[in-house]
């Protein structure tokens, strides 16, 4: 078992680049979600999905995309990267216990993290 | 107002210190409480969970939750070196089906 694997693990890009962060995890898990990492703003939720076709917005959804249409993989995109997007990235799944609908109340398994840098 | 308060710290004790890590919430609609430990250029990796008011132990590690204060805590006795990490609270609101995190506390056991 990988668990959640994350690619690359660094990247710089110019300010206007676009990139996709890859994320796979090979739990069956129903849950994925895409965090950010900031200095003194803990983390915060970009976007999520509760299963293969199903995403939604998170707390800090803008200048980036996702799409679910695997069980597997998550990708992130940024669409035209800007300073305000160095981050380190963090990809999460969970096993979501009933239909995608339902509660989700089990922990969060993550990622080693993309550390992203925008000049 | 953020959701969710996290102690700041940072915290540096001694080797064998108890430890202890605090968290308050304003949402009564968090039902689940967890701590996450996240070693330096790490993910955050679960390390206690639980749904109840009250306490509960694992090896070194205690969580305490009490709902009507809207307040967690990690207790940590007998620390050693290898805690040295940050520590993430982190609430769930099942109906909205997302964590809400606190920003962390960065702890340093000295030896």
């Known amino acids: 078992n990988a668990g959640v694997t994350q690619t690359p693990k660094f990247q710089v890009l110019k300010t206007g680049q676009s990139m996709t962060l890859q994320c796979a995890q090979d739990?069956?898990?129903?849950?994925m979600s895409w965090y950010r990492q900031d200095p003194g703003m803990g983390l915060r939720l970009i976007h999520y999905s509760v299963g293969a076709g199903i995403t939604d917005q998170g707390e800090v959804p803008n200048g980036y995309n996702v799409s679910r249409s695997t069980t597997e993989d998550f990708p992130l995109r940024l669409l035209s990267a800007a300073p305000s997007q160095t981050s380190v990235y963090f990809c999460?799944?969970?096993?979501?216990?009933?239909?995608?609908?339902?509660?989700?109340?089990?922990?969060?398994?993550f990622g080693n993290g993309t550390r992203l840098t925008v000049t | 107002q953020k959701e969710v308060e996290q102690d700041p710290g940072p915290l540096s004790v001694p080797e064998g210190a108890i430890v202890s890590l605090n968290c308050t919430y304003s949402?009564?609609?968090?039902?689940?409480f967890m701590w996450y430990r996240q070693y330096s250029r790490k993910g955050p990796e679960l390390l206690m969970y639980?749904?109840?008011?009250g306490n509960k132990e694992d090896g070194r590690f205690t969580a305490q939750v009490d709902k009507s204060s809207k307040y967690i805590s990690l207790f940590i006795r007998d620390s050693q070196p290898s805690d040295s990490a940050t520590y993430l609270c982190?609430?769930?609101?099942?109906?909205?089906?997302?964590?809400?995190f606190g920003d962390g506390t960065t702890l340093t056991v000295k030896p």
């Open positions: 949402n009564s609609a968090f039902q689940y």
């Open positions: 639980t749904y109840s008011s």
């Open positions: 999460a799944s969970s096993y979501s216990i009933g239909v995608p609908s339902s509660s989700y109340n089990s922990p969060l398994h």
């Open positions: 982190a609430m769930v609101n099942t109906n909205a089906g997302k964590s809400t």
């Open positions: 739990m069956n898990h129903e849950y």
